[in-house]
């Protein structure tokens, strides 16, 4: 019974990338190119690291052609910039992804703001936040696109339901709001300087939690039938053993919500799935041609 609640991000992620990879050859077929990734890394964070390396696979996988920058944690912001600038000119890169966090020297909004609007498939740029915010096509951040399609697949239209956010972050919190309002929902942001969080979160229809705290959201502070997003991805220290949790006491929100996502296997696969299609749609914007529907995902 408890099973039935929980929604496998894994399993609609691997759903994702196979229809990305079927749209992807329609798409070769009819213009014989092949979508393009473009991946950043300066450094040697170990997380950033396992990130990329995945990123790679999984679009490689896909059938699309990826491009690998790994530079040294003293890469100039000039020679960055430099790169980015090459990859913006390059026509086989349909998508560039700076993994974050850069080193302290270099300022991101300067390199997230040199990438090509239409090629920026992270949707961090200036532009296409604006856009988002205008209810305007643009590419959208991966991770609150991945839980977007996740709530979708649930309720197409959230007219009348109340969704709160924990977190206001500018990748997962803020473009998280611009898309349950898009989707008709009445949203409310909670952060750090928020009074009552608990109280507000009780109210909620939808919550989703993009906080990077521990299990900070309890059991109590669910409504009976909510649908709980966990965004979180933290390392906790459990009997001398690392262990995955997310920004929800999974096991207390399980008896309260009416569906739920776990941690590991829930948002997290949907990040990259995501990434891989807003590549696709970049690549179709690109070459002047509507972007596909995901169809029958969204059913
Ligand atoms: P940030 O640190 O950028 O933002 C965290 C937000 O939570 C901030 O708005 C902050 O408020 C708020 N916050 C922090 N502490 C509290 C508190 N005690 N009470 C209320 N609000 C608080 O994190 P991200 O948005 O980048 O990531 C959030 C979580 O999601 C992390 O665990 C991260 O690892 C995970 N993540 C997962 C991804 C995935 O692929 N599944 C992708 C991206 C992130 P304020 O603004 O006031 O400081």
Known sequence: MKNEKIIDG???AAEIRSKVRTL???FKSKTNITPGL???????NPASKVYVKNKIKQTEEVGFNSFEHKLPIETPEQDLLNIVDSLN????????LVQLPLPDHINSDKVLDKILPEKDVDGFHAMNVGKLWSGLDALVPCTPLGCSIMIKKIFDDLSGKKAVIVGRSNIVGKPMAALLL?????VTIVHSRTKNIEDICKDADILVAAVGVPEMVKGSWIKEDCIVIDVGINR???NNKTKLVGDVDFNQAL????????VPGGVGPMTIAC???NTLNATHSQNGMKQPELGSLLE
Request: glycine letters at 4%; proline letters at 2%; charged letters at 30%.
């Open 89 to 96: 000119k390059n026509k086989d890169v349909n998508g560039i």
């Open 38 to 44: 473009a991946v950043v890394l300066v450094g040697e």
């Open 24 to 26: 992807s050859d329609v």
């Open 236 to 238: 906790i220290e459990v």
């Open 275 to 277: 990434l891989l299609l």
């Open 182 to 186: 898009k989707m008709n929902a009445t």
């Open 255 to 262: 008896d309260k919500a009416s569906l739920i996502t776990p």
């Open 10 to 12: 894994k399993k609609l």
